[in-house]
Nanobody
């Protein structure tokens, strides 16, 4: 069974940092582009960042460019999201997901392209 598990969320002060991890079980991640998404209360789920299956291509939402960095370690079957200079508006549940389309294309932040989702990890930015 394909499963993604996020970890690393928590409470952090504005300006602080967190690193989220997305670990796969039941399959190997190296075939899939992976995306990070977030959903705040009362808002739609939005794309944050994504990375191609090889790690060669990445894409970021404008709201996190220069602050967040996505990376992957296929040997560890894990994708990371390093989040720096966090703001209160970054508060949300963060999800990772796998894109089932054949690898090789440019990764996308479109929610509808992703088929396999984790359960999410809460990130709260507050003083």
């Amino acid at each position: 069974q394909l499963q993604l598990v996020e970890s690393g969320g928590g409470l952090v002060q504005p300006g602080g940092s967190l690193r989220l991890s997305c670990a796969a079980s039941g399959f190997t991640l190296d075939y899939y582009a992976i995306g990070w998404f977030r959903q705040a209360p009362g808002k739609e789920r939005e794309g944050v960042s994504c990375i191609s299956n090889s790690g060669g291509n990445t894409h970021y939402a404008d709201s996190v460019k220069g602050r967040f960095t996505i990376s992957r370690d296929n040997a560890k079957n894990t994708v990371y999201l390093q989040m720096n200079s966090l703001k209160p508006e970054d508060t949300a549940i963060y999800y990772c997901a796998a894109d089932p389309r054949p690898p090789g294309g440019w990764p996308t932040l479109r929610v509808t392209e992703y088929a396999y989702w984790g359960q999410g990890t809460q990130v709260t930015v507050s003083s």
